[in-house]
């Protein structure tokens, strides 16, 4: 049987990945795509963000079942924020050890639903070895043990657990190392500087060693996050920025006889988290929520949700949680923001319905599960009022999308991650939300929004038995992945 690798490379779109390619600067990408079954509009998980994309990727399931909601969001039970690290200052502002805490040990021991199954854990159950390296979403039967570095050590006064749950193969950076015979030789990619280790090199270090030592689980996934980082601060040099994941991914490819062995021996799958939007160079482009907000009283970062705090923000850069607190109308809310038409969506719980509007406009959607309409993935709906404010097409027979991939599914998705009210702002296209501390992007490159600039996903599937069911889903790849390793048999599920 072959093993699996899937590569999860942060914020590869479909249009970069073509133009690299087309260009030349690509040579692992070309091998990898002229072997395989490639959709460029494969559908992510919304909100856009790493967090909750991540653990949709381990346990096949949209936010309202693995109940993860965001990046950034709000804990009503324990009156605090919680934040998987989004940058520098609002993780001072939050404190280091909550942030690390949270990133480290609650995402993945309190927050992913017990309810759900981790592709890791699926595996292991099935005398299947399955391994992660450098994904924060990795929950598993095995316990890992945690080197903090002394930096983060002293910083986060010793307040982290000692073990974290993964897969039998687990790398987090220098934090939690893989158990294999060779050690991955130093370099500068495991310093603070380079993230711990969190980085492209190191990833493909410790890939390349755990295959070498003979050690590969039937299933890994391996995750390069630095296209993203550079895609926020410098878009117009995309094409460069995946060039440099190229030349990791060769450099794995290069361990082996041949390319090709490579293919015989594995089956390689490519996919991505999210895409980017290009953020205007104008002041105007950050949507500031205090300013919307002035007529109430906003949470101030890093201090308690006070009985006279009346909203919590949690900004996901291109997407927003606002939480009504205290007693606060969650229409209030809504109106407030109703007014800005640099906001693209306005969503909102109503018992089981979800309702929509667009910034500037009063028209809206409403929808809800279970009713007489059914969608391209086989889930059905009942609708009322203008679906144009979703860009809803029904053809008498099937509802479709376009502008906002699978809008339905993923905007109840993040909405019923939660059981309290929370009001879903998205940003319009060239503009994100500006709150205090969070990290803004003018000039540069944001997600977060359900636009299909942010939502649309290349996935590549190289040296499979089977081909990947259409219209694809980033949320489909669990059971695509199970099924080419023969732990569940049959068609996919319609
Ligand atoms: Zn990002």
Known sequence: MKKVLLFLIDSMMPDVLERCIAANKAPGLRFLLEHSQYIPDCVTVFPTMTASIDCSLITGVYPDQHKVPGLVWYDSEQKKIVNYINGAVPVRKLGIAQCATNVLFDLNERHLSKDVKTIHEVLEEHQLVSGSINVIAHRGHKQHKVHMPPLLDAITSFQLRETVSGPTIMSIGTLVRPDIFRPVTWNMAQTVFEGYGINDTYAIDVLIEVIRSGKQPHFTLVYLPENDHKLHASPQNAIQHLADVDKQLVRFLDSFASWEQMLERNVCILISDHGQTVIGEGEEHNISLDALLKGFSIHALGKEVTSEVE??????????????????????????????????????????????????????????????YSDAYGRSWGMAGDPSVLDVQYDGETLTFDTYPDAFSRLYGAA??????????????????????????????????????????????????????????????KDFILRELGVISGAHPQ
């Open 311 to 372: 909203v919590v923000i949690c900004n996901n850069e291109r997407m927003t949680f606002l939480y009504p607190v205290n007693g606060t109308e969650q229409a209030a809310i809504v109106e407030a923001v109703s007014v800005d038409k640099r906001i693209d969506l306005i969503a909102w719980k109503d018992g089981e319905k979800m309702i929509v509007r667009r910034g500037g406009s009063k028209q809206e959607l409403s929808f809800w599960r279970g009713a007489e």
């Open 416 to 477: 019923f991650a939660q059981q309290g009210p929370a009001v879903i702002l998205t940003a319009a296209p060239g503009y994100e939300f500006l709150s205090e501390c969070a990290p803004t992007h003018l000039g540069g490159g944001s997600h977060g929004s359900l636009h299909k600039r942010d939502s649309l996903i290349p996935l590549v599937i190289a040296g499979a038995a089977q081909s990947f069911p259409l219209p694809a889903r980033l949320v489909d790849v």
